[in-house]
């Protein structure tokens, strides 16, 4: 296995193509129709369960805007605070994390929905 280093932009093309529960080697072996190692999972050999059955699009919108979207059309937006602010991004979390509860999110897409904040350097701890 290789490591590779790519930009923001083919991130975030790799994330648009991907079904949730995919790795970037599932998303980059489909677009370039290459079949799967026997066995499912190309990391492990395992074959990998997945649970979700709406899928969940997250974006952080220039460091202003935490928007969730499901495929089934429930979608909310989420102003966020200054980063240094880490009562209101407490609330920004809660917010995101009810809002997709309601939504049967499984516990893939909650931590999907924390990790979008964090990953954009709105940082929590416990």
Known sequence: MRTIRISDEVWDN????????????????????????????????????????????????NDEVLSLVFADGASREFSLPPKHDKGAIRDVLDNAMSFAKQHNATEGQLQYVRKALTDNGYHLTK
Do not use: C, H, S, W
């Open 14 to 61: 790799i994330a648009e193509r991907g079904v949730f529960g995919e790795t970037p080697d599932d998303v980059l072996r489909r677009v370039f129709g290459i079949k799967n190692r026997i066995g499912g999972d190309t990391q492990t050999g395992k074959p990998r369960q997945r649970y979700a059955t709406n899928k969940l699009t997250l974006r952080v919108m």
